[in-house]
Structures are given as structure tokens and as C-alpha cells.
């Protein structure tokens, strides 16, 4: 059975670090893309950021970059947010999602990790 | 601000018919990249409802089916259950080389 386990959230000042781990079972950890996509209590989806396989590629969207990296340990099955700069606007509920990189879709989620940056 | 498109609310009783609608552009929807669908019920993360426009997972009802035309794609409910009450969101891919989602719809089961 397909698992994707978050941690790491809680209550950071504007400006701190935190970073979120993702723990993943029952998959081919290594084969897949892995993504994290965070969510604003209330509102919607917004995609936060995306590794491959391999790790080699990385992407982010523009609201994150330069602040944020991702990263990921295979012999581990396990992915990583690194999140610094942090700003009011960053509080959300983050998740993370197994990707169909080929295909562009999230076939599996966790049950996502809170983060508040709230002084 | 999404880069999709979609109602913020649709509704409908028992047993009817409902479509919720997720208008893209032509640097994704129209670029050829797939639309997929996610429920997301009260409380919960969201799930894997219809990908590559119009295919369900294992489990997903035959009562939810996806379509695509030109800029835009379509997640039709029909039965409707009062277990359909949830958020729908669409997704798609951007040619600049980003995910994409739509703000999402609220279907409210009268």
C-alpha cells in the first residue's frame, strides 16, 4: 500500500527556517517524481514545487524560488522541503505528492503537515 | 489568482446531474497538457479523482467522468450522492513548466 507520510510543521517567526520531511513507503521511491503542494486553510491548491527520480531536476514556482529547496534521500524513501525567508504568506497546510511525471498528475497525497509563520 | 478556471460553487439534489467546468489557455489546457481532477472531502487531503482527462482510478465511481475540448475540460457527476459533497479541483501542466490548478468548486448536495 502506497504511503506519503509529512512532518515537520509547526510555528515559525516571519523570516525563520523550517524544513519538512516526507516519508514514503510501499512504491519504488527512486522511480518517482515527488512533489509538494500546499493549500491555505480554506483555499485552494497551489503547487509549491517538484523533484525527479533521480533528484537531478528540480522546479519551483515562482512564489518560492530562491527560498525554498527541495531535495530528496532515495536510500531513505524520504523528501524534504527546505523552507527559509519565511513570510506570513507561507502559512498553509503542506503536502506531499506523489507525482505521474510523465503525465504531469498526483496520484497519491499525504495527509499534510501545518506550518504558521506567525510572530 | 488562478491560472485555471472554475465556479466557485455548483449544487444539485440527490440523483441529478452536475458539471463543473475548468477553463485553462492555450499555454496549458490548449498546449495539449492533460487535465486531472482531485476531491478533496471536509478535512482531508485531496484525491486522485480523473487524470489525463478522462480516466478514473481503481475505486473511483463510474458516476464522475472527465472531457476536454480545445482550452478547457469538464468533471461531470451524475447520481449524485450526498458523499459528492466536497471541493473539485482541476489541474493541469503550463508550458512554463509549472502545475497549475484551478481555485476549485464547492458541491454543495441539496
Known amino acids: 500500500e502506497v504511503q506519503v507520510l509529512e512532518s515537520g510543521g509547526g510555528l515559525v517567526q516571519p523570516g525563520g527556517s523550517l524544513r519538512l520531511s516526507c516519508a514514503a513507503s510501499g512504491f519504488r521511491f527512486s522511480y518517482y517524481a515527488m512533489s509538494w503542494v500546499r493549500q491555505v486553510p480554506g483555499k485552494g491548491l497551489e503547487w509549491v514545487s517538484s523533484?525527479?527520480?533521480?533528484?537531478?531536476?528540480?522546479y519551483y514556482a515562482d512564489s518560492v524560488k530562491g527560498r525554498f529547496t527541495i531535495s530528496r534521500d532515495n536510500s531513505k524513501n524520504t523528501l524534504y522541503l527546505q523552507m527559509s525567508s519565511l513570510r506570513a504568506e507561507d502559512t498553509a497546510v503542506y503536502y506531499c505528492a506523489k507525482e505521474i511525471a510523465a503525465a504531469y498528475y498526483f496520484d497519491y497525497w499525504g495527509q499534510g503537515t501545518l506550518v504558521t509563520v506567525s510572530s | 489568482q488562478s491560472v485555471l478556471t472554475q465556479p466557485p460553487s455548483v449544487s444539485g439534489a440527490p440523483g441529478q446531474r452536475v458539471t463543473i467546468s475548468c477553463t485553462g489557455s492555450?499555454?496549458?489546457?490548449?498546449?495539449?497538457?492533460?487535465v486531472h481532477w482531485y476531491q478533496q472531502l471536509p478535512g482531508t487531503a485531496p484525491k486522485l479523482l480523473i487524470y489525463?482527462?478522462?480516466n478514473r482510478p481503481s475505486g473511483v465511481p463510474d458516476r464522475f467522468s472527465g472531457s476536454k475540448s480545445g482550452t478547457s475540460a469538464s468533471l461531470a457527476i451524475t447520481g449524485l450522492q450526498a458523499e459528492d459533497e466536497a471541493d473539485y479541483y482541476c489541474?493541469?501542466?503550463?508550458?512554463?513548466?509549472?502545475?497549475?490548478f484551478g481555485g476549485g468548486t464547492k458541491l454543495t448536495v441539496l
Open positions: 523533484i525527479s527520480g533521480s533528484g537531478g531536476s528540480k
Open positions: 489525463g482527462n478522462i
Open positions: 489541474q493541469s501542466y503550463d508550458s512554463s513548466l509549472t502545475v497549475v
Open positions: 492555450s499555454s496549458n489546457i490548449g498546449a495539449g497538457y492533460d
